[in-house]
């Protein structure tokens, strides 16, 4: 099975604001900057779109479909990391205890009232196995969070490599499960087809 993951492009959020589940329309930049995104999708052989139901991957998930001929489906299980009582607030804001224990461990540290970066890989491998049939390919329109999950899960980063802040908005990265068995803790190879706009850093 061939997956590839597509994340949105730049969404219309104040700098600095954390948000995950928080339902953020794209920005103003939107009609640049998704055309590389799916010009980097050639060769892309899946028959169906996957999205995230947040407007932001919705938004792009469209233009995937019409670029592509695809029907497109929602998929609630690829919705980002849901930040619980950091959503919709400036990192600055956030207490100082919360921020240091979360850098203290920075996937398994889970977000008052919400998810922990674990959590979201465990919800999407859980997904990943209920829709994995080799030799096909899929394609999912999703978040930082979803992508880097599977890098940390199936991908060989390893948990302290913080690569959710590196990924850029609009990143396409294709991994290829063709000699993976579910249960497998072998790496998969994967790579970046398109490394998107950079995500303004904070914090």
Not at 63 to 71: A, E, I, N, T, Y
Not at 113 to 124: A, C
Not at 184 to 189: D, F, G, L, N
Request: aromatic fraction near 12%; glycine fraction near 10%.
């Amino acid at each position: 099975m061939i997956l590839w993951t597509l994340r949105h492009t730049t969404p219309d959020v104040p700098r600095g604001v954390c948000y995950g589940q928080s339902d953020f329309d794209v920005a103003s930049t939107f009609p640049s900057e998704y055309p590389p995104a799916l010009d980097a999708l050639e060769g892309c052989g899946a028959h169906e779109v996957l999205s995230s139901p947040l407007l932001r991957c919705r938004k792009l998930a469209e233009q995937v479909s019409l670029r592509l001929s695809l029907p497109l489906a929602l998929a609630p299980a690829l919705a980002e990391i849901h930040f619980g009582a950091w959503e919709n607030r400036h990192f600055h804001d956030i207490p100082d205890a919360e921020k240091a224990a979360w850098r203290q461990n920075l996937r398994s540290y889970r977000f008052p009232g919400g998810e922990s970066f674990h959590d979201v890989g465990k919800r999407v491998a859980d997904y990943l196995h209920s829709t994995h049939s080799p030799g096909s390919e899929i394609l999912w329109v999703t978040h930082a969070g979803v992508i880097s999950s599977l890098l940390h899960g199936f991908g060989g980063v390893a948990d302290d490599d913080f690569i959710e802040g590196r990924l850029g908005y609009g990143t396409l990265i294709r991994f290829d499960f063709s000699q993976w068995t579910p249960g497998s803790t072998a790496a998969v190879p994967w790579e970046i087809r398109y490394a998107g706009v950079p995500q303004p850093q904070f914090g």
